[in-house]
């Protein structure tokens, strides 16, 4: 029984820190694309790093497109937030009782 609680605490301990760290990963990769864009545009135009909504995304996302077609930076952040929000649900689940 305690060695189930154990592993319980444990596996869920895991992916806590995972959704940390792409969450942690998904910032820093944010900051690159405001950095990379912020420094083609004039100052009048350049995206703050506070106060992210989906609308500054989507800007942000055409702004980096059309300044670096070839960056991956994009997918990376994309894949970055789709997996963490995946462990997140994984969490929920391991964390529910089983009757």
């Not at 998904?26 to 950095?35: G, K």
């Not at 083609?40 to 942000?60: A, T």
Request: aromatic residues 14%.
């Amino acid at each position: 029984m305690i060695s189930n609680l154990f592993m319980f605490i444990s596996s869920e301990l895991i992916l806590f820190i995972t959704a940390l760290a792409l969450g942690g990963l998904a910032t820093f990769v944010n900051s690159r694309m405001v950095i990379d864009v912020n420094r083609k545009l004039p100052e009048s135009e350049q995206f703050s790093h506070f106060f992210w909504y989906p609308k500054k995304h989507r800007k942000l996302f055409s702004e980096h497109c059309r300044l670096y077609p070839r960056s991956h930076l994009r997918l990376i952040w994309i894949s970055a937030i789709v997996a963490m929000f995946s462990v997140g649900i994984a969490i929920a689940v391991v964390s529910s009782p089983l009757d």
